[in-house]
């Protein structure tokens, strides 16, 4: 499929996933108590999910750019400086302390230091952040691909998810009972060759106000699924125990599980 193609679809999908998610920018909480809007919101989603798996093959890739493309300001999308004092503490340190837990549904459960990430299989990738506000940018990143690390700790055969715990803390009242931000993807999603735990931005490492020490680079859906300042990974089978129940902290509010582009 020529580039230019692959790009303007992009743009479109963007731009009709935030037409759609506008209106509920301003009423995230009466869809969230309303069952039939929540109900007929799920299955919309269903169908976009599969149309959109449907077209697009397993394998297939987002664009990616050259070096003279990356944008000489990269917006950030969500907390630039999580007010949390455990995270602060990190910072301090230069997380010389920081480790990602990874546990959940796995025969293995794991806690990597950053040298142990930088040294699995990695990739570095330019592509661009699309957010649902309507803004895009271009970045360079690197980091450890996250289909060999799940490998590393072996899911359980009805592991179904790959949820991604953070250190930016929420607004409960506003977040439907979420304490710190969280995110989630399904193993689709996770073993594609894109799908990364990033480490470096623009060929330094990641500063704060875009997710250090580490964050998700999940290059085919929009930013908000783009979860910062990871810290731990958990595997699980639905999403029932983690928040309102929906699988992320935005989602909790109303916005799609899925934002494939």
């Known amino acids: 499929m020529p580039r230019r193609f692959r790009i303007d679809r992009r743009r479109l999908l963007t731009g009709a996933a935030a037409a759609a998610g506008a209106p509920l920018l301003g009423g995230c909480d009466k869809v969230a108590a309303d069952p039939r809007a929540r109900h007929v919101l799920e299955q919309t989603e269903v169908l976009t999910r599969w149309v959109q798996r449907l077209l697009t093959p397993r394998t297939a890739l987002a664009p990616e750019y050259a070096e003279e493309d990356i944008s000489p300001a990269f917006k950030p999308n969500g907390t630039t400086n999580p007010d949390d004092d455990d995270y602060q503490d990190m910072v301090a340190n230069k997380f010389a302390d920081w480790r990602l837990d990874v546990g959940g549904l796995v025969a293995r459960p ?9 040294a699995m299989p990695s990739r570095t990738q330019i592509t661009r952040h699309d957010c649902v506000e309507g803004w895009s940018c271009i970045a360079k990143w690197k980091g450890a691909m996250l289909g060999p690390l799940l490998r590393q700790v072996e899911p359980a055969p009805n592991a179904r998810y790959v949820v991604f715990h953070c250190a930016d803390p929420m607004d409960s009242e506003s977040m439907a009972g979420a304490e710190k931000y969280y995110e989630s993807i399904d193993f689709y999603d996770a073993y594609h060759p894109q799908t990364i735990l990033a480490y470096d931005m623009n060929d330094a490492p990641l500063p704060v106000r875009h997710g250090a020490p580490l964050r998700l680079r999940v290059e085919r859906q929009l930013g908000y699924k783009m979860a910062k300042y990871l810290m731990r990974i ?21 916005y799609a599980w899925y934002a494939g582009i």
């Open 234 to 254: 958990e595997l699980v089978e639905n999403f029932a125990s983690l928040g309102a129940g929906m699988g992320g902290s935005w989602e909790d509010r109303g």
């Open 110 to 118: 794991a806690k990597f230091t950053m040298d142990a990430l930088r």
